[in-house]
């Protein structure tokens, strides 16, 4: 079974300052993709960015990015220019796809707070 | 377009009680995913539909849980004699199919009483 972790309950920034956030994985599968998700009070989950690891390159969205590291199964989330709007619970997930899954395996969150 | 949509958006019931869930996917969208929040956690899997069939629930906690989509669209969760452990928001997702980015409804929040 794939597990994902994510060791900061929570974390804070400075409005347009950078923030990582940590999330590392246990797996055995060859084939999976990574995610994080925002979800706001609002509860609605919504993607920020995806990894399929089978690709070196990190992923970028805009502001966000990742850093994947295949050897050591980590994946954090680097936000740049943090902005008010970012403040939002931070889900890494993963779908351990080789064995047909399509099922999201998500960590336990962390909180993040944007200080204006 | 329309987003995933999820009805009610809160749900207040008593122990014992039968209570539906409904999620309505983007349109076009083959594959129907069911994740459970509790408060404080991350969504855990309970099923997910590839057209009309269910093609994994093993994420379904016992069998008073069950789920439907008799029409490849619309799902619907339902839940028999509930606990209060069954508390909790459900969340729907809907993609592509395969890997294809899974968008999340906002959820039902259920509270047994």
């Avoid at chain 1, 099922?103 to 200080?115: A, D, E, P, S």
Wanted: glycine share 8%.
């Amino acid at each position: 079974a794939q597990t994902v972790t994510q060791s900061q309950p929570e974390m804070s920034v400075q409005e347009a300052e950078t923030v990582t956030l940590s999330c590392t994985y246990d797996t055995s599968e060859s084939d999976y993709y990574l995610f994080w998700y925002k979800q706001p009070p609002s509860r609605q989950m919504i993607l920020v960015i995806r990894q399929e690891a089978y690709k070196q390159q990190n992923a970028t969205e805009n502001r966000f990015s990742v850093n994947f590291q295949k050897a050591a199964k980590s994946f954090s989330l680097k936000i740049s220019d943090s902005q008010l709007g970012d403040a939002a619970m931070y889900f890494c997930a993963s779908i351990p796809y080789s064995q047909g899954a399509q099922k999201l395996v998500f960590g336990q969150g962390t909180r993040l707070t944007i200080n204006p | 377009g329309a987003g995933v949509s999820q009805t009610p958006s809160n749900k207040v019931t008593e122990k014992g009680k039968y209570v539906e869930l409904r999620c309505d996917p983007i349109s076009g969208h083959t594959a129907l995913y069911w994740y459970r929040q509790s408060l404080g956690q991350g969504p855990e899997f309970l099923i997910y539909f590839q057209g009309t069939g269910a093609a994994d629930d093993s994420g379904l906690p016992n069998d008073r849980f069950f789920a439907v989509r008799p029409e490849g669209s619309v799902s619907t969760l339902k839940i028999q004699r509930t606990e209060r452990g069954d508390s909790a928001v459900y969340l729907c997702a809907s993609s592509l199919g395969g890997v294809e980015t899974q968008y999340f409804g906002p959820g039902t929040r259920l509270l047994v009483l």
